[in-house]
């Protein structure tokens, strides 16, 4: 059946869009997070320094424990700081969903919250912690599946 068969001139067209669809699953795949990671702050100099910590696959309409470690400029834990979660969605207009963390006892300078993410799509994750005259912030993009 000649009819069914592409044609010469179709190949290359079809070899683009399926490398194409390869290069976007590839990069979907690549853009998740997963359980535990973590990214220092980019800080400047004397701020304080945090790293953020997911404590469970991230999924949303449920409660999601986070966990943040904070340090002096000279990497130090540091105790006593207020530190807060905020959850935003960079790509549109979302209520203020801000939640505190708490020291962990006996684990000096790691704080922990719980908050949720209402939907799935692409979110930000931000700690915030400041001690005195001092504050740090971290930030993180993450993927939230509804599944």
Do not use: C
């Not at 991230?58 to 530190?83: H, I, N, Q, S, Y």
């Not at 505190?100 to 919250?113: F, S």
């Not at 799935?120 to 930030?139: L, Y």
């Amino acid at each position: 059946m000649a009819g069914l068969e592409p044609s010469r001139s179709a190949l290359p067209k079809l070899g683009a869009l399926v490398l194409l669809v390869l290069v976007l699953i590839a990069g979907v795949l690549f853009s998740r997070q997963m359980i535990g990671t973590q990214r220092a702050s980019q800080a400047p100099a004397g701020a304080l320094r945090l790293a953020i910590a997911p404590l469970a696959e991230l999924k949303a309409f449920k409660p999601m424990p986070f966990e943040v470690t904070v340090r002096t400029p000279d990497g130090l834990p540091l105790e006593g700081a207020a530190v807060r979660f905020d959850l935003t969605m960079p790509d549109m207009e979302m209520p203020l969903n801000r939640f505190d963390a708490l020291p962990v006892p006996g684990q000096p300078g790691v704080y922990r919250g719980e908050g949720n993410f209402t939907m799935g799509g692409r979110w930000q994750i931000e700690a915030t912690a400041k001690h005195g005259d001092r504050s740090g912030v971290a930030t993180e993009l993450v993927e939230i599946s509804t599944r």
